[in-house]
């Protein structure tokens, strides 16, 4: 799985095939979608009939029907499998996410998904599923930026061998005007939204930033020349803060 990868989050359907295929011709060689996102069809479109890795994910309604959502979503892909398939919620309240994982390693066995992970799981959503199952996910994609690090969901996933991979990596923009992270971009001689993107690769994470419009793209691709050093990325870590959380509480939704 490529380390640098496109997200696709609140991207139109109608607009996210030309999205995906600029980026494609920079280089991209990862891009994410959600059937919650209703892009998919885009999403295919724009991959046309190029190698690259797709990731896609089943919302809790259809924790019951893995199977069914993710043929709903190869349809709309164009594809017959997807490289990584994610339950994009444990929904613990929903009390099927243990099940709806043994759906998702008969999905692999069958071969619809070359890989398959989670996301927003928690340390014991985790355990629950590796419990039941034997198998450990691949990924758990988790919200991750600098005001919002999740060190003990990242320690646990490296302790189960799980690739931490960071959605809204920039912090929704908020942390882009943080003057500590402007003063590293120009001492960089990078953006900052770069610097950011490259504080998640120089820490070991996937990174999935959202980019609507082609500056915004290849400013993300050219994040992954940027190097830091050792006192930048310190600098970064230590904008961690346990209430940055932006997006929903995994054990709320």
Do not use: C
């Not at 089943?58 to 993710?70: F, I, M, N, S, V």
């Not at 355990?127 to 646990?156: C, K, M, S, W, Y």
């Amino acid at each position: 799985m490529p380390q640098l990868g496109l997200g696709t989050y609140q991207i139109p359907d109608a607009q996210v095939a030309g999205v995906v295929r600029a980026g494609l011709d920079l280089g991209f060689r990862l891009v994410d979608t959600a059937a919650l996102y209703h892009n998919e069809r885009g999403v295919g479109e724009g991959l046309g009939h190029d190698d690259v890795w797709i990731t896609t994910k089943l919302w809790h309604d259809q924790h019951g029907d893995a199977a069914a959502a993710l043929d709903a979503s190869l349809a709309l892909l164009g594809r017959d499998h997807v490289d990584l398939y994610l339950i994009h919620w444990p929904h613990p309240s929903g009390g099927k996410f243990v099940d709806a994982w043994r759906s998702l390693v008969a999905l692999r066995e069958a071969g619809l998904a070359r890989s398959i992970g989670v996301s927003n799981f928690l340390p014991e959503h985790l355990d629950a599923i590796i419990d039941a199952t034997g198998v450990a996910p691949a990924v758990n994609q988790i919200e991750l930026h600098p005001r919002f690090q999740q060190r003990d969901v990242d320690a646990a996933n490296r302790e189960r061998g799980i690739v931490t991979q960071s959605w809204s990596p920039l912090g929704q923009g908020a942390a882009l005007k943080d003057e500590r992270i402007v003063a590293i971009a120009e001492a960089a001689g990078a953006t900052p939204a770069q610097v950011i993107i490259a504080w998640h690769l120089a820490r070991g994470w996937s990174v999935i930033p959202k980019a609507g419009d082609l500056a915004h793209l290849e400013s993300n691709w050219q994040a992954q020349h940027v190097r830091l050093t050792e006192e930048q990325i310190a600098a970064i870590d230590a904008m961690d803060d346990p209430d940055g959380r932006m997006g929903p509480d995994p054990l709320e939704l």
